[in-house]
């Protein structure tokens, strides 16, 4: 079965880090594009960061440019979403998902999310 677990989310004060992972199984890692999108409550899902198959590619929202870091790592099957100076406005449930193209936000382009984890950033 295809899995995405997400996780390493929490409370962390404002200007404080964390490293979110996500744990992929059930294929073949090497062949997907990943992407990080978060979801604040009443808004929509947004493009976080997105990271090309081999990792050549990185992109990020305008948002957290300069304090979000996208990264894979094959042998372990797992992306990483290393997130510094954090903000209240950071406060959202992170999502991993996978898609075989290219890296792009468009998140009805990505066939499989993990659950979700929870990041809250006190001011």
């Known amino acids: 079965d295809v899995q995405l677990q997400a996780s390493g989310g929490g409370l962390v004060q404002s200007g404080g880090s964390l490293r979110l992972s996500c744990a992929a199984s059930?294929?073949?890692?090497?062949?997907?594009?990943f992407a990080w999108f978060r979801q604040a409550p009443g808004k929509e899902r947004e493009g976080v960061a997105v990271?090309?198959?081999?990792?050549?590619?990185?992109y990020y929202a305008d948002s957290v440019k300069g304090r979000f870091t996208i990264s894979r790592d094959s042998a372990n099957k797992t992306v990483y979403l290393q997130m510094n100076s954090l903000k209240p406005e950071d406060t959202a449930v992170y999502y991993c998902?996978?898609?075989?193209?290219?890296?792009?936000?468009?998140?009805?382009?990505?066939?499989?999310w993990g659950q979700g984890t929870l990041v809250t950033v006190s001011s």
């Open positions: 998902a996978r898609r075989r193209g290219g890296p792009v936000f468009r998140r009805e382009l990505y066939d499989s």
């Open positions: 059930g294929f073949a890692f090497v062949e997907y594009t």
């Open positions: 990271i090309s198959r081999i990792g050549a590619s990185r």
